[in-house]
Nanobody, 133 residues
């Protein structure tokens, strides 16, 4: 069973930077994508993903500020987040999905405080990012 472990969350002032990391116990970039969702309250949205089949995806609010990258040798994906804003405050979940259809869901519903992820091979418990002055 594949597992992922996230790290790198924390508290930062507006305008600051953080880098999130996610390491998978097993991963093949030929067959799977890696990405990040974030949960703030009842909102669960796709922030970014990286795939061998396409250019990286970023949610509109993250474009120009976040950069996703993959170290294939380490089975690790990174999310470099610059110029952080209070609205970036959320729990960030790493996820792995087959690179084949269906596509990543840009938004997923939540219930009982949990994102109802779908069509994913695995997702992590999340790492908290707090942006506040």
């Amino acid at each position: 069973e594949v597992q992922v472990v996230e790290s790198g969350g924390g508290s930062v002032q507006p305008g600051g930077s953080l880098t999130l990391s996610c390491t998978a116990s097993d991963f093949s970039f030929d067959d799977s994508d890696m990405g990040w969702y974030r949960q703030a309250g009842d909102s669960c949205e796709l922030v970014s993903y990286i795939s061998s089949a396409s250019t990286p995806y970023y949610v509109a609010s993250a474009k120009g500020r976040f950069t996703i990258s993959l170290d294939n040798a380490k089975n690790t994906v990174y999310l470099q987040m610059n110029n952080l804003k209070p609205e970036d405050t959320a729990v960030y979940h790493c996820a792995i999905k087959s690179r084949f259809p269906p596509p990543w869901s840009e938004r997923v519903p939540s219930h009982g405080g949990n994102c109802l992820f779908r069509n994913l091979e695995v997702w992590g418990q999340g790492t908290l990012v707090t942006v506040s002055s």
